[in-house]
């Protein structure tokens, strides 16, 4: 191509080649000594048979299964002396067309397959050469090597395509981690012909711990309930590996080793609702790569739950009395018994007890007063509710808090059992000047609210009018 090299692939490079080949073999088998054509000498299906049986390596690997094309690399060589008594036996075996290897922290195991000889009787390789070494291989000529420097490895019986093993190790080699070597290989037959060699190069893995599947990564248990882990573990480089510091953290879990499981179970009967552990232990090789697992595991225990809140509660006087059955307002979905306790901020305007079940609270005073209710099971869990008492001198008609009015400005008004609807106020001043009026629904429930934001700080005069009742009283501002 214009007096230069090219590369190029393709079914049209490769006709010329195997077009020559077939040309070389016609004029040895095809033509007599001046060059004629000899009638009968070579048909073109032996022409075709010796192209195909004079292939060198199987080449399926380099093709899609989808697109299969192609027996084998051409060997000009081979095609020639194939048949030629005088050559006989003097034809290497195939080359390994992949040499497979994996690689380990202290060994790299390799794997082939049985190839060819077409002039052997039996049709195979007799064997195979290796050669390790931190040097490149590639090319390496097997017959310049003595048998100190190489590996020799027989098929021993197996058929070509079967597959051959070797394990370059610490005992046959003195291999070392992170440097690069390179593993060369030749296939040999019975007069010592050697193939090409095949090359591979790689390094020493670092050495990996072993691998624990199937962990959980929490367990919960529910009261009286029985969990197992069923863990497989396992060498990535086929090392043999212990457990060594398994801490149960309670009582709770047993373990078993069967093989290569690793059997962890939880029983929830031998620990306190509530409670929360840990499983730790550590996997370790023959070669000191060690993992550590540790697997959380607890047993649930539900606090009591609260089914409805507590309303406030308005006495009207002092000495009423409210009555709650606590079954209406907490549940315990375990099942466990309820101990309650109550409590009251201010007893002097409200009590609180408990007696079988049942919440007592009774007015003791005039003013306001936090009751709380907490409901705990026999493991400290505890849910807790809280509600406001409020108890008024029904005999004053209107209650007004707080007083003073702080500076956010809200006044409350409260009045009677009774009054429910629309109620007037009004302010006036020192001067007796109408500063504020305003009207707000009340309920015995509900006070009334005002906003007095809007005044300024000091004393003034309310009357609070509710149809034909008037109330008058005297309030401070801040």
């Known amino acids: 191509m214009g007096k230069q090299y090219g590369y190029q692939a393709g079914t049209s490079m490769a006709c010329p080649h195997v077009a020559g080949i077939a040309a070389l073999v016609v004029s040895k088998y095809g033509v007599d000594n001046n060059g004629n054509i000899i009638r009968g000498g070579l048909t073109n299906q032996q022409l075709w048979n010796k192209l195909l049986a004079s292939t060198t390596d199987n080449i399926s690997w380099y093709n899609s299964s989808a697109y299969p094309m192609g027996k084998g690399y051409i060997d000009a060589y081979k095609a020639l002396v194939m048949d030629d008594p005088d050559y006989q036996g003097k034809i290497a075996p195939d080359r390994v067309p992949e040499l497979e290897a994996n690689w380990f922290p202290n060994k790299v195991k390799l794997s082939w397959k049985v190839t060819a000889d077409v002039d052997d009787i039996s049709g195979k390789a007799k064997g195979y050469k290796l050669f390790i070494s931190e040097s490149n291989l590639y090319g390496l000529d097997f017959s310049q090597l003595s048998s100190t420097e190489v590996v020799e490895v027989l098929i021993n ?3 070509i395509g079967e597959t051959l093993t070797y394990e370059f190790n610490d005992t046959n080699s003195a291999l070392e981690t992170g440097k690069t070597y390179y593993i060369s290989m030749a296939a040999f037959d019975k007069e010592n012909n050697y193939s090409h060699s095949s ?15 199937g962990t959980p990564t929490s367990v919960t248990l529910k009261k009286g309930e029985v969990k197992t882990a069923n863990l497989k573990i396992y060498d990535i480089e086929g090392d043999t590996w212990q457990i060594k510091d398994f801490n149960t953290g309670s009582a709770a879990v047993t373990y078993v080793q069967q093989g290569d499981q690793l059997i962890i179970t939880f029983n929830a009967n031998a620990i306190t609702p509530g409670q929360s552990f840990d499983v730790t232990f550590v996997v370790e090789d023959a070669m000191g790569a060690a993992k550590t697992i540790s697997i959380p595991y ?3 225990n ?7 809140n507590f309303e406030d509660i308005l006495f009207q006087k002092s000495g009423e009395t409210m009555e709650y059955r606590l079954t209406d307002y907490f549940i315990e979905k375990d099942n466990d018994a309820i101990v309650y306790t109550v409590e009251s901020n201010n007893p002097e305007i409200a ?6 079940g049942t919440l007592i609270v009774t007015s003791t005073g005039i003013g306001t007063a936090r009751i709380t209710v907490e409901a705990k099971d026999p493991y400290n869990a505890q849910t807790q509710e809280a509600f406001n008492v409020t108890v008024r001198d029904e005999s004053q008609g209107v209650d007004l808090y707080p007083v003073p009015v702080k500076k956010d400005g809200i006044l409350n008004i409260r009045m009677g059992r009774h009054v429910k609807g629309t109620i007037q106020i009004t302010l006036y001043g020192f001067s007796g000047a109408k500063v504020f009026s305003e009207s707000a629904e009340i309920t015995p429930e509900g006070p009334a609210r005002i906003d007095l934001s809007s005044l300024k700080a000091g004393n003034y005069q309310i009357v609070v009018k509710y149809k034909n009742q008037e109330f008058t009283r005297n309030i401070t501002k801040l």
């Open 298 to 300: 607890s047993v649930i």
């Open 199 to 213: 090359t591979i190069q790689g390094s020493l893995i670092p050495n990996r711990a072993p691998v624990v599947e």
């Open 351 to 356: 009590t609180a007890s408990e007696s079988g």
């Open 302 to 308: 539900n606090a009591p739950v609260l089914l409805q």
């Open 157 to 159: 019986g197996k058929a």
